[in-house]
């Protein structure tokens, strides 16, 4: 069975409260709950959130090697912005799966670059919350 860690950065902790017409209206919780339950003879998913730069790297770095089998990383803003983020990733034995619930590329200029995507394995974005399904299958 795989060991998946799903990292969530600043502001996600406010899904189904924040700008529910770009994120929706539901909470990760609740569908963190229904992942679990699709993959549960698959994978143990574990899951982190932080608003905090350097909480999400230590997190990354004390799960990311040798820990777990995968990382699906939703870094929110610091996507766009964190070279320590970008640096911590190349670090890591476990994959990690850059993940956006809006199609990043649709919103505004500044959102089109990621100072993550080329240390990931790969990057899934515009699917609303099916973005993690979609990064655990891959992992898987």
């Known amino acids: 069975m795989k060991k998946i ?10 899904l ?5 017409e770009i994120y929706g209206g539901a909470s990760f919780e ?8 699709r993959y549960a003879d698959l994978a143990e998913i574990d899951y982190f959130q932080s608003n905090c730069e350097g909480t999400l790297i230590d997190k990354l ?3 990311g090697l040798g820990k777990v089998d995968g990382i699906v ?4 803003a610091y996507t766009h912005t964190s070279i320590a983020l970008g640096d911590c990733i190349r670090t890591l034995s476990a994959p990690v ?3 956006h619930i809006s199609n990043v590329h ?13 240390a990931c394995r790969g990057v899934i ?7 993690y399904r979609l990064a655990v299958e891959a992992l898987v």
Request: a negative charge; aromatic letters at 6%; one cysteine or more.
């Open 30 to 37: 609740s569908f963190l709950g229904q992942l679990r339950k």
């Open 73 to 76: 990383l939703n870094a929110g």
């Open 61 to 63: 770095q004390e799960e």
């Open 5 to 14: 860690l799903i990292v969530n950065g600043p502001n996600l902790n406010l």
């Open 97 to 99: 799966v850059e993940v």
């Open 106 to 118: 649709a919103r505004e200029e500044f959102r089109h670059h990621s100072m993550l995507a080329a």
């Open 16 to 20: 189904g409260l924040r700008e529910p």
């Open 125 to 131: 974005c515009g699917f609303g919350l099916e973005s």
